[in-house]
T-cell receptor, first 112, second 111 residues
Framework: NAGVTQTPKFQVLKTGQSMTLQCAQD?????MSWYRQDPGMGLRLIHY???????DQGEVPNGYNVSRSTTEDFPLRLLSAAPSQTSVYFC???????????FGSGTRLTVV | TQLLEQSPQFLSIQEGENLTVYCNSS?????LQWYRQEPGEGPVLLVT?????EVKKLKRLTFQFGDARKDSSLHITAAQPGDTGLYLC???????????FGTGTRLKVLA
């Protein structure tokens, strides 16, 4: 049982480049979210989804796009990378509202 | 902006000591979760509390949800080096599918 799989684990981008962080879960979970984790700031919600075809913004959505065409996949797109987007990104999924998430192991992104 | 404050931010204790970590907010939550995170890994869910006043135990860890569902505590009895890690609380906002995380408590248990 793979759980939540994130790829890549590490990525270095130049300012202005775009890329997609991949996230897949095999638990048939309805709820999926993307968070970024920065030192001293905890986890901040970027975007979330409550099912295929349904997404909404979190606390820090600017500069990021998401889509959810299938239950399993929830990619996060950086449109034009900026140094302020240097962070560790976590994808998470949950099967029941209010009962917490299973997290992936993260993608460490550096924008230079 | 909803805010979850955790205290203390850092805690370094000797093996065998007891400790309590607090998670406080002015907002009401539908539920509250506690996670532990190891370096280089994602957070791992420890427990979910849903009912005001609820107490849950997980071996040496005791979790309590405040009566008003605005705060929670995590108590560890006889801490062990394996308890070392970053402890995060997260609250589910009522009527939404959003979880807001606290800034975390970094615990180090010395042998």
């Amino acid at each position: 049982n793979a759980g939540v799989t994130q790829t890549p684990k590490f990525q270095v981008l130049k300012t202005g480049q775009s890329m997609t962080l991949q996230c897949a879960q095999d638990m048939n979970h309805e709820y999926m979210s993307w968070y970024r984790q920065d030192p001293g700031m905890g986890l901040r919600l970027i975007h979330y989804s409550v099912g295929a075809g349904i997404t909404d913004q979190g606390e820090v959505p600017n500069g990021y796009n998401v889509s959810r065409s299938t239950t399993e996949d929830f990619p996060l797109r950086l449109l034009s990378a900026a140094p302020s987007q240097t962070s560790v990104y976590f994808c998470a999924s949950g099967g029941r509202q209010n009962y917490g998430y299973t997290f992936g192991s993260g993608t460490r992104l550096t924008v230079v | 902006t909803q805010l979850l404050e955790q205290s203390p931010q850092f805690l370094s204790i000797q093996e065998g000591e007891n400790l309590t970590v607090y998670c406080n907010s002015s907002s009401v939550f539908s539920s509250l979760q506690w996670y532990r995170q190891e370096p280089g890994e994602g957070p791992v869910l420890l427990v979910t509390v849903v009912t005001g006043g609820e107490v849950k135990k997980l071996k040496r860890l005791t979790f309590q949800f405040g009566d008003a569902r605005k705060d929670s505590s995590l108590h560890i009895t006889a801490a062990q080096p394996g308890d070392t890690g970053l402890y995060l609380c997260a609250g589910a906002l009522p009527g939404t599918y959003k979880y807001i995380f606290g800034t975390g408590t970094r615990l180090k248990v010395l042998a």
